[in-house]
């Protein structure tokens, strides 16, 4: 079945660092790939998304790139703050009869130390 | 305030018991779902619902069921619990009627974590 693969399960860097999360997913029509963040006991919010008409887009800090030939995409957090520590998680759009459906990845904990 | 809201966030049941999770939202959104997930762990779909009257069971096998009988309202019954069951469940809507394509931006509620003992 479709799946998504994330890659760094953990991730530490110094605050002002730049942190990269990678993900892989097996869905070649897969059109949607949204990025969630999930603070400790919160619920997932989401912080950037792109489709995949479009190569690169960069909100403030944030940046997610996607290579639809090699079907892997990227989130990239720049001038990382202790505020950004949290899980991610990648999603991608599972198409067909029913164009709705998101499959997550297995989240990324990053940890930014002061 | 437009939001999802999910009663109760913190359930400690015993074996057998029946339980019903809710799920609210008023954002008047047509889609809505519930994912499972255990804590720190990537979410998986239970089940989803397309409208009014329209459920369809999601990737992750559960012994749960669903109902929509109001736009609004998605609530999630365990018939009889069991510590299997324990873990984080989040509800979650979408709005494909503001136009654009589809897939549409999921929005999550805070979430219900359930024990069962």
């Known amino acids: 079945g479709e799946n998504v693969e994330q890659h760094p399960s953990t991730l530490s860097v110094q605050e002002g660092d730049s942190a990269v999360i990678k993900c892989t997913y097996s869905?070649?029509?897969?059109?949607?790939f949204p990025w969630y963040k999930q603070e400790l006991g919160k619920r997932p919010q989401l912080i950037i998304d792109?489709?995949?008409?479009?190569g690169e887009k960069k909100d403030q800090r944030i940046a997610v790139t996607l290579n639809k030939t090699a079907k892997h995409f990227s989130l990239h957090i720049t001038e990382t703050q202790p505020e950004d520590s949290a899980v991610y998680f990648c999603?991608?759009?599972?198409?067909?009869?029913?164009?709705?459906?998101?499959?997550f990845g297995t989240g990324t904990r990053l940890q930014v130390f002061p | 305030e437009a939001d999802i809201y999910q009663t109760p966030r913190y359930l400690v049941i015993g074996t057998g018991k029946k339980i019903t999770l809710e799920c609210s939202q008023t954002?008047?959104?047509?889609?809505m779902y519930w994912y499972q997930q255990d804590p720190g762990m990537e979410l998986h779909l239970i089940h989803y619902?397309?409208?009014?009257?329209?459920?369809e069971k999601g990737d992750l096998s559960s012994e749960s069921t669903v109902s929509r009988i109001r736009t609004e309202h998605f609530p999630l019954t365990l018939e009889s619990a069991r510590p299997s069951h324990t873990s984080q469940y989040l509800c979650?809507?979408?709005?494909?009627?503001?136009?654009?394509?589809?897939?549409?931006?999921?929005?999550f509620g805070p979430g219900t974590r359930l024990t069962v003992t």
């Open positions: 979650a809507s979408s709005d494909s009627t503001s136009g654009g394509p589809p897939p549409y931006e999921q929005y």
């Open positions: 869905d070649s029509a897969s059109n949607y």
């Open positions: 792109i489709r995949s008409n479009v």
């Open positions: 999603a991608a759009s599972i198409n067909g009869r029913v164009t709705d459906k998101l499959i």
């Open positions: 954002m008047g959104h047509d889609k």
């Open positions: 619902s397309y409208g009014v009257n329209s459920t």
